[in-house]
């Protein structure tokens, strides 16, 4: 593919996001993507799963996103969320910078990089302060961010069954 086509994908991909449409995100992604940022490590189906979710339940989140750039094989983007974290009600202001890679006009890897300990403290207060930059809290989120997935996916295969 070449850089406008790729580029027109990464435009293509945050208007969806914008609107919160995982459908139309997980779209976007090859069948064996990988996607990697400090909470989820997951490839294939269950990149799409993740944003599906993600955009599901976040019925406040506001995404923007800015410096959307895209040559041949990859790109990068930075992009804000704001949104009340669903376990606390704490307000979120994640600023993230996105790295992809591309294959046949789809996404194949993409790797986000934000700082879990700002996000820790603004989601999960004062434990967030005090551990948000230890393994062991980490280890936490990440466990908590998989089951939820995973009982998503359930509640998927329940409704259309």
Sequence with gaps: MDADANQA???RYYAAFAARDGA?????????????DPVFDLQGSDVAAMWRMLCSRGTDLRISSSNRVA????????????YAFSVTGRPVHNIVHSQFRFRDGRIVAQVDR????????????????????????????????EKALRQFLEAERRHSA
């Design 9 to 11: 994908l990464l435009d």
């Design 24 to 36: 139309a995100m997980g779209r976007c992604y090859s069948a064996d993507a990988t996607f990697r």
């Design 71 to 82: 040559d041949a094989q990859g790109g990068s983007a930075d992009w804000e969320a704001r």
């Design 114 to 145: 934000f700082d879990i300990w700002r996000w820790a403290r603004q989601a999960l207060g004062l434990p967030g302060l005090l551990l948000g930059w230890t393994p062991m809290l980490r280890r936490k989120v990440r466990a908590n961010a």
